[in-house]
């Protein structure tokens, strides 16, 4: 764990530094939506698998994953709206910026679609829904540990 902490502690410098190579309050905009874009991938993609866990130790119940993870599933779904509207205002015009918007759009939409594959296993407990649910899962840390810069 103090690996990956300091892994990410190093991505959101490096993310700083890359911001502040311009100037003016735009690139300082860009700094904090950068790390906060990728510090809410992060930690939704933990929170997911805790949850996970949680319900093969018999801490959570069907139910209670289901709601936990409906509701990561809609802060995505607002996040998803939020980044979508910003590269469609104008707002962001830079190549370098709307490719991270667009990574983490989709990202974003594979963790909901992590969440919703352990909805399902934590309903059915069929393997195949856990086998469906741990492909998405290590997708998804690939996608965003090369988004971050963060060796696999």
């Given amino acids: 764990m103090k690996k990956w902490m300091l892994a990410f502690g190093m991505v959101m410098l490096a993310l700083t530094v890359s911001a502040q190579e311009g100037a003016g309050k735009d690139n300082k905009l860009l700094q904090a939506f950068n790390s906060f874009s990728a510090a ?11 949850i996970g866990d949680g319900f093969g130790a018999d801490a959570y119940d069907a139910e209670t994953v289901k709601n936990l993870l ?7 779904d607002n ?13 962001v015009a830079d190549s370098v910026t709307v490719n ?8 974003m939409k594979n963790l909901k679609e992590q969440a919703r594959l352990m909805i399902d296993y934590s309903r059915t407990k069929k393997r195949q829904a856990l086998e469906a649910y741990e492909k ?5 840390w690939k996608d965003i540990s090369h988004l971050m810069g963060i060796p696999e």
């Fill in 40 to 50: 809410t991938l992060y930690n939704t993609y933990g929170i997911i698998g805790s």
């Fill in 70 to 76: 409906e509701a990561q599933k809609s802060l995505m």
């Fill in 79 to 91: 996040l998803v709206k939020v980044m979508e509207e910003l590269k469609t205002s104008g707002s």
């Fill in 100 to 107: 991270y918007i667009n990574s983490s759009v989709s990202i």
């Fill in 136 to 140: 998405q899962r290590n997708t998804n």
